[in-house]
């Protein structure tokens, strides 16, 4: 069996009207949740997870790897693959969708953001994201 990891992070800000949480809708499959992509080389789980979300969104982010959550599914035939989430706070960058991958994003009210994720193994990656933040 092939193992595949990929790395991304659940992206927040703070705005005026309280916390928001990035979501992007993915090219491959149509569903919505968070920037991630694959690790390459000798890179490092956390510099994975940064370059996917500059290419992906055009975001620059601080990332707190004292949350990491892990998703592991079959996306194929004797595949196995894990996505590694950590939190992240925006810090600058105009967002911008890589048209390659991304459909589109969007900046979510935290409280709704469960509402827009398709996959229910990311609805509970955001659940522990918020409890980790108490967002």
Avoid at 123 to 129: A, G, I, S
Wanted: proline letters at 3%.
């Amino acid at each position: 069996m092939k193992r595949e990891i990929s790395c991304g992070a659940v992206i927040a800000r703070q705005t005026e009207n309280g916390r928001e949480i990035l979501l992007i809708r993915h090219v491959n499959g149509g569903h919505w949740a968070f920037p991630k992509g694959h690790m390459e080389g000798n890179e490092t789980e956390s510099e994975t997870a940064l370059r996917e979300i500059r290419e992906e969104t055009g975001l620059t982010v601080t990332l707190d790897t004292g949350f990491r959550a892990v998703v592991t599914y079959s996306p194929k035939p004797d595949v196995m693959k894990d996505v590694i989430y950590f939190a992240a706070e925006y810090i600058g960058g105009e967002a911008h969708r890589q048209v390659e991958e991304v459909t589109e994003l969007c900046w979510v009210p935290a409280e709704e953001a469960a509402a827009h994720i398709t996959f229910e193994n990311d609805k509970d990656v955001l659940r522990k994201y918020r409890e980790y933040c108490k967002a």
